[in-house]
């Protein structure tokens, strides 16, 4: 027997079970992205939401049109983001709906609120007159005053607004010109002197959080088209759990199955594709932690199902093996052959299933992508660790001469 190579395949095996242990259990404590596998996250029908469906409608001022539907989108995702809402779905149904589903937020109200409403910006003059809108808006910064505590909301127009507010100013000193917020008046200061530079502020915050809430939704304009909500709804994380937690039962039997048969039919090479397909699993949560995937019920499916496939993969390299060393070949000949013949095989499988992924992600939306980008990832991940890793730890196997028996290889 060779101990080096021994020693080295202990040391995989270790190396292995130590990454295994980091992945699920929290080893340390202070570290908070340990364990790894809760970068993970978990999908509305998981984790629980709210599901909101808005209705485009016509009105005098804004008729509803396709491209005022996508602005619309456009601008509903920008505040979604900047409020750093996890994985969020925005998808069109048909010409005037638009389907908003958020993960992790629990009041449906509070989110059309903060989210969706229109946040309609007016300056008016003392006799009503509106001199300024949001469309003339160029910037808007929440800041706290260190000294006095004091929380606003700067505002910073475009060069024509702040040529319009100059000469508002200039015309208004010493009365009030109202700064209103979806009709409601948010101050009416009286102008000391006109204002050339095109900056204001707006006060009366209770919090930095309401401020920064405001200039968001100032930030990202106003909505192009009136949008009426026509369901809105809170989706319970119990039945995604419920179920999340039978796919997590499902998975582990499966995969002890999987695990037994391998051992017992194929001996070595199905306790090295044991070891590879551990090594699988690894390397595809590292790889969903890293992107930060949202996993969802469909998304589950699709990683198990190309867990499947590495499986399979396997079964078909060690067929030709078995056959190999049937003809007589070495052990080591028949590894080289039994995987440059199983290869094909192999690749054609997989290319197929990630053409039909392609096309899933493609035209599918919202979970049926998520099926699609596990599916993918899990494909990839297959055909490296089946060709490249197998490989290599087989190898490794018959260079340390653990196993001299080629029975116990399939021949």
Known sequence: M?????????GIILAVAAVAVLAVWPVFPGVKWLPFTKLIKQG??????????????????????????KQAMAIIENRVNAFGVAEPIIQQQGS??????????????????????????EFKTEDGT??????????????????SGRITVNLEFEP?????????TAAN?????????????LQAPVVQEPIPNGRAEITGYESLEEAHNIAILLRS?????????????????????DSLNRSVKAGIAGLAAILIFMAAYYRVPGLVANLALVIYALLVLIIFAALNVTMTLPGIAGFLLSMGMAVDANVIIFERLKEELWTGK???????VGFKRAFVAIFDSNVTTLIAAAVLYYFGTGPIKGFAVTLSIGILVSMFTAIAVTRWLLHLVAASNLVRNVKMYGG
Do not use: C
């Not at 024509?160 to 508002?168: H, N, R, S, Y």
């Not at 304009?221 to 759990?241: I, Q, Y």
């Not at 070495?330 to 080289?336: E, G, K």
């Open 96 to 121: 005037r709906r638009i389907i908003v589903e958020l993960a992790g937020v629990e009041d449906p109200d509070e989110a059309i609120r903060t989210l969706i409403k229109t946040a309609y910006l």
């Open 44 to 69: 509305l029908d998981l984790k629980g939401g709210v599901h909101v469906v808005l209705e485009a409608t016509d009105t005098p001022e804004a008729p509803v049109t396709p491209e005022r539907v």
């Open 160 to 168: 024509e607004g702040a040529k319009i507010f100059a000469d508002v």
């Open 221 to 241: 304009g106003a909505l192009p088209v009136k949008l009426e909500v026509m369901e809105k709804r809170t989706v319970g994380p119990t039945l995604g759990a």
């Open 130 to 147: 509106t001199v300024l809108t949001g469309r003339h808006l160029k910037n808007a910064v929440e800041s706290k005053d260190p000294q």
């Open 2 to 10: 060779k101990w080096d190579k021994i020693l080295k395949l202990a």
């Open 330 to 336: 070495t052990l080591r000949s028949a590894i080289d």
């Open 173 to 185: 000193v010493d009365r009030r010109i109202a700064i209103l917020l979806d009709g409601n008046v």
